[in-house]
T-cell receptor, first 118, second 109 residues
């Protein structure tokens, strides 16, 4: 079946602009995660949702970053007033969430959105 | 929060030999330890994972061991093949995962 999809795949923006990154999880997956991956590094956790509820946003770097999942399916990660240091690959992952939480759930990653802030 | 250390950063082995990648973690609350393989230009793909209630798991040429007392876990790949060349990440956590910095595995023909 279809995997996790993300759009756009590439985004170039000017410093100070807002950007919105979209994630479409695997159909039926309850849990959705956002990660950021710098070149040559492992993914860094940002936030995650069970259904529409944001469970943990401790990884969001600052208040310019926000995420939502209003209907418990598609999620949007928004970065306001972008800065050059925000340039990275932003990855979304989803998991079944059948355990009632996210412990021990396999996370499937999408292809990512490459963000470049000039 | 959780801190995951991964070694080595680069590993070169002859085709057919074994490769071992090691990780340590700091948070005793972590109970899930997946390993991901990432090829150039692609997202991480799960290759094997282990839960905290078992010490070892094997899937064909790939095995993972977990020592919860020492807070370390390892990936073992036997009979390596050219297609095993990639970057491998370990991770630990209970909800959001904390990843290691990755190991670039190079299989020499």
């Amino acid at each position: 079946g279809a995997g996790v999809s993300q759009s756009p795949r590439y985004k170039v923006t000017k410093r100070g602009q807002d950007v919105a990154l979209r994630c479409d999880p695997i159909s039926g997956h309850v849990s959705l995660y956002w990660y950021r991956q710098a070149l040559g590094q492992g993914p860094e956790f940002l936030t995650y949702f069970n259904y529409e509820a944001q469970q943990d946003k401790s990884g969001l770097p600052n208040d310019r970053f926000s995420a939502e999942r209003p209907e418990g399916s598609i999620s949007t990660l928004t970065i306001q007033r972008t800065e050059q240091r925000d340039s990275a690959m932003y990855r979304c992952a989803s998991s079944l969430g059948t355990s009632g939480g996210t412990s021990w759930e396999t996370q499937y990653f999408g292809p990512g959105t490459r963000l470049l802030v000039l | 929060g959780e801190n995951v250390e991964q070694h080595p950063s680069t590993l070169s082995v002859q085709e057919g030999d074994s490769a071992v990648i090691k990780c340590t973690y700091s948070d005793s609350a972590s109970n899930y330890f997946p390993w991901y393989k990432q090829e150039l230009g692609k997202g991480p793909q799960l290759i094997i994972d282990i839960r905290s209630n078992v010490g070892e798991k094997k899937d064909q040429r790939i095995a993972v061991t977990l020592n919860k007392t020492a807070k370390h876990f390892s990936l073992h790949i036997t009979e390596t093949q050219p297609e095993d060349s990639a970057v491998y990440f370990c991770a630990a956590g209970a909800d959001g995962l904390t990843f290691g910095k990755g190991t670039h595995l190079i299989i020499q023909p």
